[in-house]
């Protein structure tokens, strides 16, 4: 069982507003995804995160930003949110230095009205 | 662009009958692959991977197959259970080797 978390695990907002996205994982992990994922599509990276301070955009052009100060904790931030960000987020970990298994948090549905 | 792809959307097939799900991956330098499943409201759950170097891989009830001449992967699943009904995605390196790229995604529907 991954021990990867995420907050909220379903929000409806209104345009206009700020949202954050929780991640935590207790794996000690260093490296940390954020993907994006329409129902029934594929998952499209948006940032990823090697380490602490790290952090980079993936594939797919995203208007949210991340952070990455505490190794266990990868929030995603939406400063103005749009009904074009509705979708499914979901946040993943994976260690070593080479590539590895993703473990995957449950998701946060976002719906912007 | 590269792109990793399922050959049908869905697929479905009888309680106990063999699975077969399948993927082209377009990246030829990419040396790890892995499958998921994602079950309904829930994040993708890892199921088997292999690495460039081996063209098979078995797990319990899964096996995995990976064809480098035709870019090709497979995912079998032996005496499907309606607890396999899920969505499966392969994934890939991507070439920038950042992280795994996914593929559409297979749906399959397992009657009783």
């Known amino acids: 069982e991954a021990d990867i978390y995420q907050t909220p695990r379903y929000l409806v907002i209104g345009t206009g507003k700020k949202i954050t996205l929780e991640c935590s994982q207790t794996?000690?992990?260093?490296?940390m995804y954020w993907y994006q994922q329409d129902p029934g599509m594929e998952l499209h990276l948006i940032h990823y995160?090697?380490?602490?301070?790290?952090?980079e955009k993936g594939d797919l052009s995203s208007e949210s930003t991340v952070s990455r100060i505490r190794t266990e904790h990868f929030p995603l931030t939406l400063e103005s949110a749009r009904p074009s960000h509705t979708s499914q987020y979901l946040c993943?970990?994976?260690?070593?230095?080479?590539?590895?298994?993703?473990?995957f948090g449950e998701g946060s549905r976002l719906t912007v009205l | 662009g590269e792109s990793v792809g399922l050959h049908l959307p869905t697929l479905s097939v009888q309680e106990g009958d063999n699975s077969i799900i399948n993927c082209a991956y377009s990246n030829s330098a990419s040396d790890y692959f892995i499958w998921y499943k994602q079950e309904s409201g829930k994040g993708p759950q890892f199921i088997i991977d292999i690495r460039s170097n081996m063209d098979k891989r078995q797990g319990q009830r899964v096996t995995v197959l990976l064809n480098k001449t035709v870019k090709h992967l497979s995912l079998q699943i032996a005496a499907t259970q309606p607890g396999d009904s899920a969505v499966y995605f392969c994934a890939e390196i991507g070439q920038a080797g950042t992280a795994l790229i996914f593929g559409k995604g297979t749906t399959l529907s397992v009657s009783s």
């Open positions: 995160s090697y380490g602490v301070n790290s952090t």
């Open positions: 993943a970990s994976s260690e070593g230095t080479g590539f590895g298994e993703l473990f």
């Open positions: 794996m000690g992990h260093d490296k």
